[in-house]
């Protein structure tokens, strides 16, 4: 089985704390970069046997397409592409841009989950980091989303200035009473090259510390899972059922191709990236390209697996030669409750330890 990653780069505007390959493009260049597009998607299927499973158009703004262009797209990989009867196909959207005729339009042609960019629902918030739509567009469009999806994830932000954990809470509440049955929560992260960035340094106090983080963090987690939404990777809540099938192909090392600028591709051991900027993506150059070695496997085996469910197999990492069992920090993080055995041969990290899972994944490393 295959996943396909799409990327589409383009944005309405760009986020004060996006760090993100987007950016705002002129109506020629977005057909320009769907010809390429198309171009290395029905190129690529000509050497692909596997079957596709999952679909995701992120970004960027994917809802920013035209149903046309949309149609043109999907159609280019159902026409290429042999599809899995069940393949989840999701779409990343933005509040503003969805209406009733692109969401029809989804529909109709095989998307089945839409993920949809929320990130808060405090107007003041919204504005300071530079979305486009405020609370009310955004509770209606998951509304309305929601006539036409069952499987809709929202995305919010952890460590906006002036949010308390209680307003947190109800925003969750608010995004699963909409109809949210999926719910990424992210820390935002200060990047280099933002204007974000420039504001924390003019006022280093505008953010939340780590610790106010951690504990509206915790609170959240709480709140969802009394809510009957578990945690399967740190920052991602699903309905049982409505986990990403997508995502979790990239946290279980399962082979996946990502079309677009930037985007990754992960085929038998072997890694590569599409060209960053717009001119290296249209001569369709690689900008990284590595077979992953044996130390390389264990290091991506113990980070993905120790961030979601499935965590570590001591099996697997034996045949890559690697004995867990003899490293010091295993068997205290065993003795102290910080792993958990699965069984006899997998081990997880215990939940209450997620937000320093950093740590522990170092340590674990040979
Ligand atoms: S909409 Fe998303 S990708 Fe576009 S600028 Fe904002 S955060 Fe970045």
């Not at 610790?211 to 899972?225: G, H, R, S, T």
Request: with cysteine; charged share 25%; hydrophobic share 35%.
């Amino acid at each position: 089985m295959l996943g396909i990653y799409v990327h589409l780069p383009f944005c309405e505007s760009k986020c004060n704390y996006c760090a993100f390959n987007s950016f705002v493009a002129s109506e020629e260049e977005r057909e320009k970069y769907l010809n390429v597009l198309i171009e290395d998607i029905s190129f690529f299927a000509k050497t692909n046997k596997r079957i596709v499973d999952t679909i995701y158009f992120g970004g960027g703004t994917p809802s920013l397409l035209s149903a046309n262009q949309f149609e043109r797209l999907i159609n280019v990989i159902k026409n290429s592409y042999k599809l899995h009867k069940n393949c989840e196909i999701t779409l990343e959207a933005n509040p503003n841009s969805l209406n009733e005729e692109k969401l029809n339009c989804y529909r109709n042609n095989g998307v089945n989950r839409l993920s949809i960019g929320v990130q808060s629902l405090n107007d003041e918030s919204l504005k300071f980091i530079g979305r486009r739509h405020n609370s009310t567009e955004a509770i209606e469009k998951i509304k309305l989303a929601k006539k036409y999806f069952n499987n809709i994830s929202c995305d919010l932000l952890i460590g906006l200035p002036t949010i308390c954990c209680d307003e947190y809470i109800k925003t969750v509440k608010k995004l699963i009473d909409a109809g949210a049955t999926h719910i990424s929560s992210y820390m935002l992260q200060v990047e280099d090259n933002t204007p974000l960035k420039n504001m924390v340094k003019q006022n280093p106090n505008l953010l939340p510390c780590d610790d106010e983080c951690a504990e509206i963090y915790d609170k959240v987690v709480e709140f969802l899972e009394k809510n009957k939404f578990h945690r399967y990777e740190i920052s991602n809540f699903a309905r049982k059922g409505f986990e990403s099938r997508h995502n979790i192909k990239y946290w279980t090392n399962k082979p996946y191709i990502g079309f677009g600028l930037s985007a990754h591709s992960y085929i038998d051991g072997k890694r590569w990236a599409c060209g960053e900027r717009l001119v290296d993506f249209y001569k369709h150059k690689r900008t990284m390209e590595e077979v992953l070695g044996e130390r390389e496997k264990i290091e991506e085996h113990i980070m993905l697996g120790l961030r979601c469910f499935k965590g570590i197999d001591i099996l697997y990492l034996k045949k890559l030669n690697y004995y867990i069992e003899k490293n010091q920090f295993y068997n205290q993080y065993i003795g102290s409750n910080v792993l958990i055995k699965k069984g006899k041969n997998r081990v997880i990290l215990n939940p209450k330890y997620y937000e320093v899972n950093n740590l522990i994944i170092t340590n674990l490393m040979p």
